[in-house]
């Protein structure tokens, strides 16, 4: 099952608009390799783009616009290097990780919480969110949080549920600043999600206080 909720087909549809921070853009990238049927539903997206810029009217080119392409064209450009997909075994995730966070530095598991663990993804480019792969044990709940931001998560292994449903492996869940919800993992196994979170979690509770800040969550 590759879950899509209202909330996260607008998600694709920015995607689809060019719309998303880097971040977020490459957990909806990462959930695309492994679904299909939103990889159908962003390719028709875009061609109702194309569609609608192929039906807009013409409008007056700004003088010289063709000599100054012309010119950058004959300009050499050096050809944009396509990351190459990294070796993430020192992870030891049990899962194949999805090309667009494969190609990513990825740090090592720190401590988050009783067998709970999180790893940051290099994304210099996007300094205002915080992209990390969680990693929680079967059964275990993440302490009771909002955002002050946007949340975008992406399962890659397990599944987990919290007061708006229930995500499968593959799923992609959207969340705002108005969500406060308590993700537990299902019994049935480990769970690891991509997440990138825009400003700060609004941890629950004094102990999630107490070490967010050591953290930087």
Not at 12 to 31: F, I, K, N
Not at 122 to 145: C, W, Y
Request: proline content about 8%; overall charge negative.
């Amino acid at each position: 099952m590759n879950f899509v909720n209202q909330t996260s087909e607008e998600l694709l549809l920015r995607y689809a608009a060019g719309q998303l921070r880097p971040a977020p853009a490459l957990v909806v990238a990462s959930h695309l390799a492994m679904s299909p049927s939103s990889r159908r539903f962003v390719a028709g997206l875009e061609g109702v783009g194309g569609a609608i810029l192929d039906e807009a009217p013409m409008v007056d080119l700004s003088a010289g616009l063709f000599e100054r392409t012309m010119a950058a064209l004959d300009t050499p450009v050096r050809p944009a290097s396509s990351s190459p997909v990294r070796s993430h075994e020192a992870l030891d995730m049990g899962v194949t990780i999805p090309a667009p966070l494969a190609r990513r530095s990825i740090g090592p598991w720190k401590w988050l919480g009783p067998g709970m663990r999180f790893a940051r993804v290099s994304m210099p480019e996007d300094p205002d969110h915080n992209l990390i792969l969680l990693r929680v044990p079967a059964g275990r709940a993440v302490p009771e949080h909002s955002h002050s931001g946007e949340e975008c998560t992406v399962v890659l292994k397990g599944s987990f549920h919290d007061e708006g449903g229930r995500y499968l492996t593959g799923d992609l869940i959207h969340e705002d600043e108005e969500t406060d919800h308590t993700p537990t993992v299902d019994m049935d196994g480990e769970c690891i999600c991509l997440t990138a979170i825009e400003g700060r979690m609004r941890i629950k509770g004094w102990m999630g206080r107490m070490v967010q800040p050591f953290l930087g969550l």
